[in-house]
């Protein structure tokens, strides 16, 4: 029988009282679960895979590490369960690891249903529904003989993409160019990321674990208990989104009401359509591969929640989260969100502002925040009334080996795949004229505005006045074509931001 208190009768102000009595795990049960945990190991490392030859070859367990609750130290009292991933010299690639998991995970089962005797516990193999799909775990109902807990535990055998590395530093982008390219389901290679999953979240303080505590029981004591047969998202996606509350409610401080972030969490899950929320810890836009895969899923429909460790698994994705935001709507009406402030919980954006640098001939560079989802007539408006341009405001920005393009009043920098800090160049014209972007030879461009009318020598003239070569050493180009000096724009038909190429002659 279950005598936890109920969370939706508790105050909220009383939250703090009620994680620490009825979720923090007890030592007792922390004894059980590490004593399940290395001998469990124990058979893995000895026994499993000794004096056997598996796809052609002698295999050996290169490392046993810790995930789930119990790994990122957000472990409840008699609920949480251990994943264990076991990393294994058989798989020498993400593909490998594809074509051959199946045949392990069933290798495992029957070693581990042979001499389970061993274990000092009663050891049940659960079996799941994986449709289609090969199964990434092995889940284990683990019972000791002498009481009626039940610990439960997923073996997950992965590939060591990560070998030696050092958790404080970043990720080989090699490594993210090989997981997209092998073109896996959503989180299929997952677990070979989950040092850095575990690290994620076990570097943060111990008052947000409290919390991350706090909204795993709700998952399951109030969502995964009302919709039993239902998809859910998983319980990882609400971790990564109550970090996300705290960092951006909080500006990551340590100190805060347990109250309001739990407020924080909910709103966010109710208004779920509105989310994408990614980290840049351990990848980033730097890499061609990993900036154009991240701008695509990025670009996709919300929500969207990037693992900070694999980029491939955006949680998001998955069903169920209009059953999510219904208990979170529900929820925010009871007791323990009513923290006693009528702004609620933390002020948290459903996505992270892009660091905007404004570029402007004549004028200092400046800084600004954009809602990468806001139309850029809005960003317009701001740079307008910043500068006191009273012409017509053209934006443009040039991705790295890429052109330079227009950035349209009704889009969004969302809709350019734009959601990390980014240059932007503003051009103030004049009708009639119109901008033309002119590329280097090192593949930047700049706009300038010009009459359509204006000969080729005057754009010459701007090009030299803005820092470019003198004009009798310039060399303008359009696609393979010279332009003479004498002729117009408009003779040439070159239109509203086309590009043309200079050529410095000396």
């Known amino acids: 029988m279950d005598l936890t208190p109920d969370l939706y009768q508790t105050p909220g102000d009383s939250l703090e009282h009620f994680v620490q009595h009825s979720l923090q795990p007890q030592r007792d049960w922390k004894e059980k679960g590490k004593d399940a945990w290395g001998r469990v190991e124990r058979f893995f490392r000895d026994q499993c895979f000794r004096d056997e030859l598996l796809l052609d070859q002698e295999v050996k367990v290169l490392k046993v590490v810790k995930g789930g609750s119990s790994g990122k130290g957000t472990t409840l009292n008699h609920r949480s369960d251990q994943d264990m991933t076991l990393f294994l010299s058989c798989f020498s690639s993400f593909r490998h690891q594809a074509t051959y998991r199946e045949f392990i995970i069933k290798f495992i089962e029957a070693k581990l249903l042979h001499c389970r005797k061993s274990l000092a516990y009663n050891i049940t193999v659960v079996h799941h529904r994986a449709g289609n799909r090969t199964p990434r ?40 160019e090989d997981l997209i390219l092998t073109k896996g389901n959503p989180g299929e290679f997952s677990p070979s990321f989950t040092e850095l999953q575990r690290h994620f979240v076990k570097s943060r303080p111990v008052k947000l674990k409290n919390l991350l505590r706090l909204v795993k029981f709700w998952y399951k004591q109030y969502l995964r208990s009302k919709y039993r047969r239902a998809a859910l998202p998983p319980k990882y996606s609400l971790e990564l989104l109550t970090i996300y509350a705290w960092e951006m409610g909080t500006e990551s401080n340590n100190n805060f009401s347990l109250d309001k972030g739990f407020v924080a969490l909910m709103e966010l899950l109710r208004d779920y359509q509105d989310i994408c929320v990614f980290w840049t810890k351990y990848y980033n836009f730097q890499n061609e591969v990993v900036r154009n895969f991240l701008k695509q899923q990025l670009k996709g429909s919300r929500p969207i929640i990037l693992d900070p460790a694999d980029p491939t698994n955006n949680l998001g994705s998955r069903d169920g989260w209009d059953l999510v935001a219904r208990e979170a709507s529900y929820c925010l009406q009871q007791s323990c969100c009513w923290t006693g402030d009528p702004r609620g919980g933390w002020n948290v954006p459903a996505a992270r502002d892009v660091h905007v640098t404004v570029k402007q001939t004549g004028r200092e560079p400046w800084r600004l925040w954009v809602d990468p989802y806001s139309p850029i007539r809005e960003m317009k408006a701001q740079i307008k009334s910043t500068n006191g341009t009273f012409g017509e405001l053209r934006i443009s920005f040039q991705d790295p080996q890429g052109d330079r393009q227009l950035l349209s009043s009704h889009k969004t920098l969302s809709d350019y795949g734009i959601f990390s800090k980014v240059t ?14 002119v590329k280097d030879s090192s593949g930047q461009s ?51 931001c086309d590009t043309i190429q200079v050529i410095r002659l000396t």
């Open 137 to 176: 775990s092995l889940t284990l109902e683990i019972q000791p003989r002498k009481n009626d807990d039940v610990i439960w535990m997923d073996v997950l055998p992965a590939y060591d993409a990560l070998g030696s590395f050092s958790r404080d530093s970043k990720p080989d982008p090699e490594i993210y």
């Open 424 to 437: 932007v160049q503003v051009l103030e014209t004049f009708f009639p004229e119109i901008q033309v972007f």
């Open 446 to 496: 700049k706009p300038y505005a010009i009459h359509p009318d204006a000969t080729i020598y005057k754009l010459k003239e701007k090009i030299e006045d803005a820092g470019g070569p003198y004009r009798e050493n310039q060399m303008l180009m359009s696609g393979n074509k010279k332009l003479k000096n004498s002729c117009s724009l408009a003779k040439l038909q070159i239109k509203d």
